[in-house]
């Protein structure tokens, strides 16, 4: 036998998808489901307080389930597995995931679907309480100081070093984004990180020359 042959043969040899039977593709679909309906559970307590997509997670249970059963064609044989590439190589997904969270179930319900399609039910067990520990545990982390975007409108008889000085006992402030003057009076819109977002705002009101201050929580991350 050939160098040639050996190869042939062992690549025929791992498609055995004539032997997978009707049983073995209920049971793998069937514990796909079940995992996804456990990461459905978990994105919905995750964003609980956030904007929550019910659609959104039911396409990542769905595609969970779509995956496994892909994974089972490409078993079957070599033909389809090539096909299944050539044609999965053309597919674009033109819908932004604009949150971090999003793109990480997304990935974890395609994973999910992988792993069980190769018959790693254990793997994908293991896995989701893994990566259910390492959010519980990085997402309620408390912080200490957390940032905000700070609107504060005032009139030419105070300065942005005096703003600064009543933030500087709640935080301080990391940049400062703008500044707009007009016949009225200033607006300034300052990107700040603080303890106490109340206590923040009272102290800046009270200065003399201030006449409007509003705090936006933001979502992003501060370094500074």
Avoid at 34 to 56: C, D, G, P, Q
Avoid at 93 to 99: C, M, N
Avoid at 119 to 145: D, M, R
Wanted: include cysteine; aromatic fraction near 10%; charge should be neutral.
């Amino acid at each position: 036998m050939t160098f040639k042959q050996i190869i042939s043969d062992n690549l025929m040899n791992g498609f055995s998808g004539a032997d997978i039977t009707v049983a073995e593709i209920v049971t793998t679909l069937g514990i796909t489901f079940l995992i996804a309906m456990y990461l459905f559970f978990v994105y919905r307590l995750i964003t609980k307080n956030a904007f929550y997509s019910k659609e959104y997670n039911i396409a990542m249970v769905a595609m969970a389930i779509v995956t496994a059963g892909i994974i089972l064609a490409m078993q079957s044989s070599l033909v389809i597995s090539l096909g299944m590439v050539g044609a999965l190589s053309i597919v674009r997904f033109r819908t932004a995931i604009k949150e971090p969270i999003d793109l990480l179930f997304l990935f974890w319900s395609i994973g999910t679907g992988i792993i069980c399609g190769a018959g790693l039910y254990k793997v994908a067990i293991v896995l989701a309480v893994c990566v259910t520990i390492a959010i519980a545990i990085l997402k309620y982390i408390p912080e200490t100081k957390t940032g905000h975007m700070m609107f504060v409108g005032y009139h030419e008889d105070i300065s942005t070093e005096d703003i600064s000085g009543a933030v500087s006992r709640f935080g301080k402030i990391l940049t400062i984004r703008s500044v707009n003057v007009t016949a009225t009076g200033t607006n300034a819109v300052f990107e700040v990180r603080v303890s106490d977002a109340a206590g923040m705002v009272n102290a800046v009101k009270s200065l003399s020359g201030v006449d409007t201050v509003s705090l936006v929580a933001h979502d992003g991350e501060f370094r500074g």
